[in-house]
């Protein structure tokens, strides 16, 4: 049965790091694109990065670029999100999900699985 789990969240101050891990299970994973969105409270979820899988083709959305990377481990099954310069407007809860059309995408309709999500809270 397919299954994504995220983990590495967490609280951390304004200007930290966060690493955000997406281990996957029960579908051929380098097939796959995987997505990373985030929800915030009363807010819509929103794409924020996302990795094609043999292609390898990379997006970010603009209010994340240059903070954060996204990226893979075919061999582990994973993808990783790693943040950095992390602000107050980026607390959520971030989702993981892949995507059978294995081009990187944002559009949430294209996801065919979805974790449950890991709670990200940037404060001091």
């Known amino acids: 049965q397919p299954q994504l789990v995220e983990s590495g969240g967490g609280l951390v101050q304004p200007g930290g790091s966060l690493r955000l891990f997406c281990a996957a299970s029960g579908f051929t994973f380098d097939y796959y694109a995987i997505g990373w969105f985030r929800q915030a409270p009363g807010k819509e979820r929103e794409g924020v990065s996302s990795?094609?899988?043999?292609?390898?083709?990379?997006i970010y959305a603009d209010s994340v670029k240059g903070r954060f990377t996204i990226s893979r481990d075919n061999t582990k099954n994973t993808a990783y999100l790693q943040m950095n310069s992390l602000k107050p407007e980026d607390t959520a809860v971030y989702y993981c999900?892949?995507?059978?059309?294995?081009?990187?995408?944002?559009?949430?309709?294209?996801?065919?699985?979805w974790g449950q999500g890991t709670q990200v809270t940037v404060s001091s």
């Open positions: 990795i094609g899988g043999s292609s390898g083709s990379i």
């Open positions: 999900a892949a995507s059978v059309v294995a081009t990187a995408t944002m559009t949430e309709v294209l996801y065919d699985y």
